[in-house]
């Protein structure tokens, strides 16, 4: 288990969330081609999970119409009152919003015929577990679809993990959906086939300065792990894993700066037609 205290791991979530909710902006790039590559028909039944202030539930329920339904739930009430902001200035009437845990969720058996993550799947701990959890919500040819990063995307996590690894201490980042073949697991264990993965490649050069100034602290995510592991490192160690970080950092270093990988992964699962 990488989370001690569930309940004060969610509050962490939470806690970071409904502060940024006000002007939390979103990626609605990733968000729309999360669903464009595995549309909902009109009359679809749609679940969005982690649905901020509703980017993905929103372009959800123009393929669906006014004959299907999107419900978009998310863990932070602030994400969640401003979905429903938005959702009184919009004319969509097939969209509800509520707070819920993505790892425990009460839907019936069967309901959707699609359930979206966008850019949230890393926030879970047990991620086979909750795949497995989904699936039974989906109806047969029901289809999965969510967003998962590998381990060489950010190369402040990436090179953070390595250091830190040499002093025993294990920084997860995006490991857990670490590469193609690590996703494709993942959704074959949880019981979906006509599993795909497309990868979406981007990336931007940072500074030197910016890299070296990325290395890891109490306020950045740990995902999927609690207590976060600078939080119970001994002062000594961090300060010697961080002159190791910006050794490799000057490593990395080019004319043009520090090359900063941001590519992530699209993956999607379909529950078989005779489950």
Not at 108 to 125: G, H, K, L, M, T
Not at 162 to 182: A, C, D, F, Q
Not at 198 to 226: R, T, V
Not at 232 to 238: D, G, Q, Y
Request: aromatic share 12%; glycine share 8%; with cysteine.
């Amino acid at each position: 288990m990488t989370v001690s205290d569930m309940g004060a791991y969610h509050k962490l979530i939470t806690d970071s969330y409904d502060k940024r909710s006000k002007n939390y902006g979103g990626n609605s790039y990733n968000a729309h081609h999360l669903i464009d590559n595995a549309k909902p028909n009109k009359g679809d039944n749609v679940l969005d999970i982690g649905t901020g202030t509703g980017i993905a539930a929103f372009h959800a329920a123009s393929y669906v119409e006014k004959e299907g339904s999107v419900i978009g739930i998310d863990i932070s009430k602030g994400m969640i009152s401003e979905a429903n902001k938005r959702l009184k200035e919009s004319t969509f009437d097939n969209i509800r919003f509520e707070m819920a845990d993505a790892e425990n969720l009460i839907f019936e058996e069967n309901q959707f015929d699609r359930i979206y993550c966008a850019s949230a799947f890393f926030w879970v701990v047990d991620k086979e577990k909750t795949l497995a959890h989904w699936l039974s919500f989906l109806k047969p040819g029901g289809v999965v679809g969510f967003h998962a990063w590998p381990e060489h995307s950010y190369v402040f996590g990436q090179v953070a993990r390595k250091v830190l690894m040499k002093y025993g201490i294990n920084y997860l980042h995006h490991s857990p959906t670490g590469n193609k073949e690590k996703c494709l697991e993942l959704l074959h264990e949880s019981g979906y086939s006509n599993i795909q993965i497309i990868e979406k490649e981007e990336g931007d050069f940072m500074s030197l300065k910016e890299a070296k100034d990325s290395w890891i602290n109490e306020e950045h995510y740990p995902l999927a792990q609690y207590p976060h592991p600078v939080t119970i490192t001994p002062p000594e160690i961090l300060e010697k894993a961080r002159i190791d970080y910006n050794q490799e950092m000057e490593l990395l270093n080019t004319d043009k700066g520090v090359w900063n990988n941001t590519s992530f992964f699209f993956c999607y699962g379909e529950k078989n037609k005779n489950a």
